[in-house]
């Protein structure tokens, strides 16, 4: 049982940055690896990070180089550091627990990311 809490979205210009945060509670958090999803307009909602409980990353293909993931496990928080921000990266972003390899929460309502100029 974990509850999140998505923030930190908003509007920028292409080749701005933004932080995004997600809060947990009520579980063990250090537990679970943790990843940071996407779901454009008429897309299918997709991984762009993950971060294992040894704090390993990978990234999809399209933010490769662009966004960090990070967790403060004392802080129960894990984050999503975005920049060089492209329009195709307009989407509701949302964070979420993954204990052997799938999701292990209902989804929340997200952040909505906008870039346009």
């Known amino acids: 049982q974990v509850q999140l809490m998505e923030s930190g979205g908003g509007l920028v210009q292409p080749g701005g940055s933004l932080r995004l945060s997600c809060a947990a509670s009520?579980?063990?958090?250090?537990?679970?690896?943790m990843g940071w999803y996407r779901q454009a307009p008429g897309k299918e909602r997709e991984r762009v990070a993950l971060i294992t409980t040894l704090s390993i990353t990978i990234y999809a293909d399209s933010v490769k180089g662009r966004f960090t993931i990070s967790r403060d496990n004392a802080k129960k928080t894990v984050f999503l550091q975005m920049n060089s921000l492209k329009p195709e990266d307009t989407a509701v972003y949302y964070c979420n627990a993954v204990y052997y390899g799938r999701v292990t929460t209902s989804w929340g309502q997200g952040t909505q990311v906008t870039v346009s100029s």
């Open positions: 009520g579980s063990d958090f250090s537990a679970n690896d």
